[in-house]
């Protein structure tokens, strides 16, 4: 049954297509979600802010997980 559900992973995953400014938005919005201060007085884009200032970081910094991935994850060329 496990089997089944990394399978059934794989192929979900196989199938999710995200740009790298997307992908990396995500993982740093993780350390903002839930932040009152986000709420009152935050800049609404900072974290769309911290990934453009950073592409090159984030690229250098998640490669190896992205690479590592690559069977079940497609980044999108495209910049959104």
Not at 9 to 29: G, Q, V
Not at 65 to 76: I, W
Request: hydrophobic share 40%; glycine share 4%; with cysteine.
């Amino acid at each position: 049954m496990i089997f089944e559900l990394i399978n059934n992973l794989k192929i979900y995953f196989c199938h999710f297509l995200i740009s790298e400014k997307e992908l990396y938005m995500a993982i740093s919005n993780l350390s903002y979600d839930g932040d009152f201060r986000m709420i009152l007085g935050e800049n609404p884009n900072k974290v769309k802010n911290i990934v453009e200032g950073q592409v090159d970081l984030f690229r250098q910094l998640y490669s190896p997980v992205v690479n590592a991935q690559s069977n079940y994850m497609e980044l999108a060329n495209g910049k959104k």
